[in-house]
């Protein structure tokens, strides 16, 4: 008995310290994980798949959309998770980190995409918050850039 009010102690506070506050969680680092947490939302093409762009190849491994859902633990030993508004727009890109020594983004379609763009896990997988009405369109342009005006820049179409 005192085995699980000690192992119930340390899961309070290992939930404490999971449950920072922040209004979503980090979107799932494949589309297979995010089916398993079901969270998926269907699968997305890119037009072009794979391109070069300063010199290297870039393909997209996968491409997803998925619910943004916040989890916390009410319940000690349960956890909950709620849909907190909007879809994260994810993928893979192989190379992970496309060009060594270089600091590449996507910019998106002005007005397609809430909030900011980014690199998570490292760098191997992109979010962005998608548009109630971005998703209604079933379609949005990415561009791939080194920075802001980049006369290289690669634009990519996406459709679901």
């Known amino acids: 008995m005192a085995a699980l009010f000690i192992a119930t102690i340390l899961k309070l506070l290992f939930n404490a310290a999971g449950d920072n506050g922040v209004a979503w969680d980090d979107p799932q680092p494949s589309a297979l994980s995010s089916q398993r947490k079901g969270v998926y939302v269907c699968s997305v093409q890119a037009t072009p798949k794979t391109f070069v762009w300063n010199g290297t190849t870039v393909s997209f491994q996968e491409i997803w959309i998925e619910h943004r859902v916040h989890t916390d633990h009410p319940y000690i030993w349960l956890s909950r998770t709620t849909p907190s508004g909007g879809d994260y727009l994810c993928f893979a890109t192989n190379p992970e980190h496309l060009v060594k ?56 179409k996406l459709t679901w």
């Open 101 to 156: 020594g270089t600091s590449p983004f996507f910019v998106c379609d002005e007005g397609d995409f809430g909030g900011g763009v980014g690199w998570v896990n490292d760098g191997s997988l992109f979010d962005s918050w998608l548009k109630p009405e971005t998703f209604a369109k079933h379609s949005a342009n990415l561009q791939l850039v080194k920075e802001w005006n980049d006369p290289n820049s690669v634009t990519i």
